[in-house]
């Protein structure tokens, strides 16, 4: 079946440091995939997406590349900032009618 | 900017009581999404409406859950009765199409006592 596995948290960096979080798929056919971040107490909104493979999508310096020889969708920053400070999801929708959504990697950046 | 509203922000309820959430999409996305969140985890799908129609409700408690779309613009979640395991956050979500991505609320927490 599809599904989502995201490298677990808590992730502890300083500010100005480089950011990886990984995310990897499992899917039949050519899934979309997409980021979405959520602040305490806040939904989630949508940070970024990809709809084919090498696309590469960004976003308030956030990027991700859809690679699809490793089926990764990896969420990078070059800095971080102490307001990135919240909850990642991967996510990733195959058609039909289901975004399936990881489990949520916590970052927390110290000042 | 457009936005998914969602009320009530907080809900504390005793154990057998009914419990309702109510949500309003963006104007015109067709679809609607009812996702419940446990707290450390990630959301999952509750319930999905193509305009006035469900179009997956696979994984709701259909014993004690029910949604409804009735002009296919805003809906409700009900719950009847709560009970302790139903405690979480309850997130609405809408999209225009099936393959974009989702504008979410921001969510009703539910603790039930």
């Known amino acids: 079946g599809n599904s989502v596995t995201q490298m677990e948290g808590p992730v502890t960096l300083s500010e100005e440091a480089f950011l990886t979080i990984n995310c990897t798929y499992t899917a039949t056919g050519y899934p979309s995939l997409f980021w979405y971040v959520q602040y305490p107490g806040e939904g989630l909104q949508l940070l970024l997406k990809?709809?084919?493979?090498?696309d590469k999508g960004s976003n308030k310096g956030f990027e991700a590349t859809y690679r699809k020889e490793t089926t990764s969708f990896h969420l990078e920053k070059g800095s971080v900032q102490v307001s990135d400070s919240a909850v990642y999801f991967c996510a990733l929708y195959t058609g039909g009618f289901k975004t399936i959504f990881g489990a949520g990697t916590r970052l927390f950046v110290k000042a | 900017e457009a936005e998914v509203a969602q009320s009530p922000r907080y809900k504390i309820t005793e154990k057998s009581q009914a419990v309702a959430f109510w949500c309003d999409p963006i104007s015109g996305h067709a679809t609607l999404y009812w996702y419940r969140q446990i707290l450390g985890q990630g959301p999952e799908l509750l319930v999905q409406f193509q305009d006035e129609s469900v179009v997956d409700d696979s994984q709701l408690p259909k014993d004690r859950f029910s949604a409804e779309r009735l002009k296919g613009v805003d809906s409700t979640l009900k719950i009847q009765p709560a009970e302790l395991g139903d405690s979480a956050m309850y997130l609405c979500?809408?999209?225009?199409?099936?393959?974009?991505?989702?504008?979410f609320g921001s969510g009703t927490r539910l603790t039930v006592v």
């Open positions: 990809a709809t084919k493979a090498d």
């Open positions: 979500a809408s999209s225009p199409d099936r393959g974009d991505g989702y504008t």
